[in-house]
């Protein structure tokens, strides 16, 4: 029993190691991309409730040709705001005969 319990903390202190290290690993990755935004990298930033104005550009280009860079950022200001206002709701919720339907 003391040899299973050796070898779980040895296990335990090896998987923190390695977490520690690819978290730090990580986060120079991070600043590399953050440092090189013009140049190419492998690795993008991906952060939850922000618009993506590459899809904004695309359909104002097909909506709106003649101001297409001004249309995109009034309508990704838009949607950015109701993002994060935590009490938006972007489904319409119907109540019919009891049952609830989205």
Avoid: H
């Amino acid at each position: 029993m003391e040899d299973l319990e050796a070898m779980n903390n040895t296990l335990t202190i090896k998987e923190r190691m390695t977490n520690d290290e690819l978290q730090e690993a990580r986060k120079e990755l991070v600043q590399q991309d953050i440092m090189n935004l013009n140049s190419r990298t492998s690795i993008g930033i991906k952060r939850m409730g922000e618009i993506d104005q590459k899809a904004f550009q695309i359909a104002c280009n097909q909506q709106y040709p003649e101001c297409v860079d001004l249309k995109v950022v009034e309508l990704c200001s838009k949607w950015q705001e109701e993002i994060q206002n935590s009490q938006w709701q972007p489904y319409k919720i119907v109540t019919v005969a009891d049952m609830a339907e989205v």
